[in-house]
């Protein structure tokens, strides 16, 4: 899934992962070590850290554009 957003979806400017059983889904990160470090390399692999985690109020500008080499 990882790779597919960077590589098909690159205008995605976005991803939330919630940890969170709503209406009998139940989306686990950590059903495995295995499952744990793929998402971790995946995460860590070009997409930037979360600039919004500590934010506390509303509307939340998104960022300026990435300046294309």
Do not use: Q
């Not at 995605?12 to 295995?34: H, M, N, Q, Y």
């Not at 470090?37 to 934010?55: C, E, K, S, V």
Request: proline share 10%.
């Amino acid at each position: 899934m990882l790779a597919a957003l960077r590589t098909k979806y690159g205008r995605v400017r976005g991803l939330i992962w919630f940890d969170k059983i709503d209406r009998g889904v139940d989306w686990p990160l950590e059903t495995s070590a295995v499952a744990r470090r793929a998402f971790g390399r995946g995460i860590r692999a070009g997409f930037r850290p979360n600039l919004y985690g500590d934010i506390e109020h509303s509307p939340i500008r998104p960022p300026e554009p990435r300046k294309r080499p």
